[in-house]
């Protein structure tokens, strides 16, 4: 592990949004969003408050995952634009405050790339990993298709070769391996280097990276994959200083030691995002626990469990860099899911603006879409009948024209297909109401910038652990939020509560000298 310097000013402050491009803004009517319908929709993006845009892949790719399965790192998609059209979006976007994130998958190719095809006729290119026969674990290797023969390694369906970032140890049983300084290693991670740096000189501000962990193979405690990402975070300190790295880590006490400048907590890896919104629907695994989520509407959870991991990654991170809390992603169940409606969804959003993590939205979340139950596979969508990551990928709904405003495209010709419900929101309906979910987002985010005692940085003492949750913000600021059904009472502590208390956003909440009520799906922001 390597000891970084503490990340760029700027992330501190981020409110983070995920564009997944392909279902957010089609411009040309084909039914696939891309990159000009994004630089069409900037403008409310300002207007929402977000600036920091992480943008799931755009690259050039055949697409049997999604884009996750890369042929050229160096050029866009065709079906999104080009690389003049992505400049364009991160000029624009940075002349409205708002900073452009890209997505580098960063441990394979597809096995389209011409690294890959070279590679299969070339039994002296280190560049995958490769075994003459099967190697452990099964099922994670397939035939070699070009002239060396053997086998290559898979990182997740078989169209993604593992690329070889070496391996932390040797064994015996497999001499093949190669350790993480030989000559193929070295060359991938100067790959990435250059990679990221074509993009950092073309206006892009940063990477999330795709299964970060995963680089370097049979690696305890993650020693060696730590070395690697502490190299290039001090390249990066050095060559780009402003930009930052975010993982697909799930575990920010060891992904910012090692290097990352910020970690999402993430459904597959600990238990704190699924304690907080986890509703067993869409994306689920049987061996994720079975305990209730605390924003679940019968009041049934715990927070806790969420508390005690936030605790722990914010002591191995002491102020280095920043815990990541996403509403969900294009791999998890929206917030809006089964039984958690938009009415519900207003305390979740109370508590992620105002817990000091660095809050992300994910497209549609802050209107209350919600996960689609039973779409069809799509570019790998459906990893299996309990994990259909399909209904957390549908289009934006802008408005209430056909497709709701995604793509003047026959309604058979999208992507995906729209949400059938008719009482579906959009950002039109929601922007001409103050009461709606949309502006509450919208007044948290402006409240979150203009409040420091409720940013990432600003110290929490937490007053009561059950239904409602209660916490003070940098000594100065009150929350509470009642994400259940009944409503809900917390004692507080005498004297906290002054003549000159001021009410900054309230739902359901009323004060008294020493406690505090709220109402179902309430929540109450105050200044002490």
Not at 64 to 80: E, F, K, M, N
Not at 310 to 331: F, M, V, Y
Not at 486 to 495: C, I, K, T
Request: aromatic share 12%; charged share 20%.
């Amino acid at each position: 592990m390597t000891e970084p310097r503490s990340a760029p000013a700027w992330l501190s402050d981020a409110v983070l949004y995920q564009i997944y491009p392909q279902s957010f803004a089609d411009s040309n009517g084909d039914g696939i969003g891309d990159l000009p319908g994004i630089l069409d929709r900037l403008d409310y993006l300002q207007w929402l408050g977000v600036d920091t845009v992480w943008f799931s892949p755009c690259f050039r790719s055949p697409f049997a995952d999604a884009g996750y399965d890369v042929s050229d790192y160096l050029q866009i998609a065709p079906r999104y634009g080009t690389n003049d059209d992505l400049v364009a979006v991160t000029e624009a976007a940075r002349s409205r405050g708002i900073r452009i994130m890209l997505d580098l998958v960063a441990g394979h190719t597809s096995d389209q790339h011409p690294w890959f095809r070279a590679w299969a006729d070339d039994a002296d290119d280190d560049r995958y990993i490769w075994s003459p026969r099967v190697g452990a674990p099964a099922g994670a290797w397939a035939p070699t298709p070009g002239q060396r023969g053997g086998y290559f390694m898979l990182n997740f369906y078989p169209c993604q070769p593992a690329l070889n970032f070496g391996y932390a140890r040797d064994d015996a049983r497999e001499p093949w391996r190669q350790p993480v300084d030989a000559p193929g290693p070295r060359a991938n991670r100067e790959a990435l280097r250059e990679i990221m740096a074509y993009w950092f000189d073309r206006g892009v501000s940063g990477f999330r990276v795709d299964m970060a962990s995963s680089l370097v193979k049979d690696d305890p405690g993650y020693v060696e994959t730590g070395k690697l990402w502490g190299e290039m975070r001090a390249w990066m300190d050095r060559a780009y200083p402003d930009n930052v790295l975010i993982p697909e880590w799930g575990d920010p006490a060891v992904a910012v030691p090692a290097g990352f400048h910020a970690d999402f907590f993430l459904h597959f890896r600990g238990n704190a995002l699924l304690s907080l919104w986890h509703m067993g629907i869409g994306t689920a695994d049987p061996s994720w626990p079975a305990e209730p989520a605390y924003f679940d509407a019968e009041g049934l959870g715990a927070i806790t469990e969420f508390v005690t991991q936030w605790q722990r990654a914010a002591e191995a991170i002491g102020g280095t860099g920043q815990i990541a809390l996403p509403t969900s992603n294009h791999d998890y169940a929206r917030l809006v899911t089964g039984t958690r409606s938009r009415e519900h969804a207003g305390a979740a959003y109370a508590f992620l603006m105002t817990w000091p993590t660095l809050p992300t939205i994910y497209y549609g979340d802050e209107i209350g879409m919600r996960y689609v139950p039973d779409m069809p596979d799509k570019e790998g969508s459906m990893l299996s009948p309990l994990n259909n990551r399909t209904g957390s990928r549908t289009p934006m709904q802008w408005d209430a024209s056909p497709n709701a405003g995604f793509s003047t495209a026959p309604a058979d010709q999208l992507y995906l297909p729209i949400d059938p419900d008719p009482a579906r929101p959009t950002v039109a309906a929601q922007r001409d109401d103050e009461g709606s979910l949309l502006n509450l987002v919208r007044r948290l985010i402006a409240l979150r910038r203009a409040t420091p005692a409720l940013g990432s940085g600003s110290p929490v003492e937490v007053l009561h652990s059950g239904y409602p949750f209660v916490y003070v913000r940098g000594g100065s600021h009150l929350v509470a939020v009642n994400p259940r059904r009944a409503p809900a009472a917390a004692p507080l502590p005498a004297g906290l509560v002054g003549d000159s208390v001021r009410a900054l956003e309230v739902h359901g909440a009323r004060l008294a000298d020493t406690e505090i009520k709220i109402d179902g799906f309430g929540y109450g922001i105050y200044a002490l």
